[in-house]
């Protein structure tokens, strides 16, 4: 990659170095990424030959999971190595047994990238979604390393497709394919001259059934839900979402509310708890409580939230009035309607599930409210949204069989 490229990857280093005292996922970081290379020379093969699949944060490893773990099915003896760029990710699914090793990736600089690579020796690369490092992509295939990205989706928008964006465009030439997720961006790509893509959909939506098959019980909030009045589901919450929320379940009696911050400190926690004036827990201190006398359950644990959509009758699905929302597919996979604020146009599900009438895109306070008066007090218009959403997710599936037989 070019100069300033170069120069920019280090200032980002340099910068996630100096706030690492005050940051911890900076800190994490940081300390990560420095031990990646002992623990490989470590943990590898000497003669490498390895499957590197590289995602993001925890997301994205949920969108390559169905792809890891198709590979490890037919391919029993295949060496896999998984990265991650994000604490959030690498925190949770360090300990991931379905591949061989799991570590931070080191930063795109040129000297890092050849360390890396010349240990892994990966005989293919695959990135989830939106990773775009220029300088392993063209490391990778100046080494003739075949090299895919899937699950992605383009935009007008992005860098590729600006006229000032010659230096990004041909990361895209260094791909051996790109697997797409719709018509869009197939004919965004190929305007700009690049046709080695597949359209095939989202992985993502193939991993969302399997959890589902997979979903866990917890007796205790089963005791909470199990009576008539309709539950209300708010995953990966942030304080403008629970602003639009808990006054509405405060004043309306007849439904109930698990909410799953999406992300807590115990301050966090305590002012949640002032805020809810009905009968309330956190999940983890339930001990000489009895859930079936709760109206609310504030969850403070990691890792069970896509479990925890099976006892809702309705999902609010947050991030809409921040950066943009969370997992739309891991509710709406249930078979219940799926609200989400209006920082969506980023996601394909939640534009489609609007769209079919599975989900709701809501602007502010007064339209949420209007939405929920209507789903808890008609149960026909509530139980048809969440058949639609259901039916958009089933018949969305297939995008793992189809990467995986083109690679394989």
């Not at 895919?148 to 006229?163: A, G, H, N």
């Amino acid at each position: 990659m070019n100069f300033i490229y170069n120069i920019g990857i280090s200032a980002y280093r340099l910068a996630a170095k100096l706030v690492s005292p005050w940051n911890p996922k900076a800190k994490k970081m940081v300390h990560g990424q420095d031990s990646t290379m002992d623990y490989l020379k470590q943990t590898l093969e000497s003669q490498g030959g390895y499957i590197w699949i590289h995602t993001a944060s925890l997301g994205e490893f949920e969108q390559g999971r169905p792809l890891i773990e198709k590979i490890k099915q037919e391919h029993p003896d295949a060496k896999i190595l998984l990265s991650f760029f994000s604490p959030s990710g690498y925190e949770v699914r360090k300990d991931y047994d379905k591949v061989d090793a799991v570590c931070y990736l080191p930063m795109d600089t040129p000297k890092r990238v050849k360390a890396f690579l010349d240990v892994v020796k990966p005989k293919m690369a695959i990135f989830v979604k939106y990773e775009f490092w220029g300088n392993y992509l063209s490391e990778l295939h100046r080494r003739n390393i075949h090299t895919y990205i899937i699950s992605s989706i383009f935009r007008l928008s992005q860098i590729f497709f600006k006229p000032w964006g010659g230096m990004f465009r041909k990361m895209l030439g260094c791909f051996t394919r790109l697997y797409v997720q719709n018509e869009e961006s197939r004919q965004l790509l190929h305007d700009i001259g690049v046709d080695n893509v597949i359209v095939c959909g989202d992985t993502r939506l193939d991993r969302v059934l399997q959890v589902k098959a997979q979903a866990q019980d917890f007796p205790a909030i089963a005791a909470m839900t199990a009576g008539d009045n309709p539950t209300l589901v708010m995953g990966s919450s942030w304080e403008p979402d629970e602003d639009i929320i808990i006054p509405y379940f405060n004043s309306h009696k007849e439904m109930k509310l698990i909410i799953a911050p999406h992300e807590f400190d115990e301050n966090r926690l305590m002012t949640l708890m002032a805020r809810i004036n009905r009968p309330v827990a956190r999940y983890t201190q339930l001990e000489g409580k009895d859930p079936a006398s709760l109206d609310c359950m504030i969850i403070d644990c990691f890792g069970i939230l896509s479990s925890l959509y099976r006892y809702g009758n309705i999902a609010y699905v947050g991030g809409g009035f921040g950066t943009g929302i969370h997992n739309v597919p891991e509710a709406a996979v249930y078979g219940i309607p799926v609200i989400f604020g209006p920082k969506h146009e980023k996601f394909k599900e939640a534009i489609e599930l609007n769209a079919c009438g599975g989900g709701f895109a809501i602007e502010n306070a007064q339209q949420c409210h209007a939405v929920l008066d209507k789903l808890l007090s008609d149960n026909v218009a509530r139980h048809m949204v969440g058949d639609a959403a259901k039916h958009y997710i089933e018949s969305h599936t297939g995008a793992t069989e189809q990467i995986y037989n083109d690679l394989f």
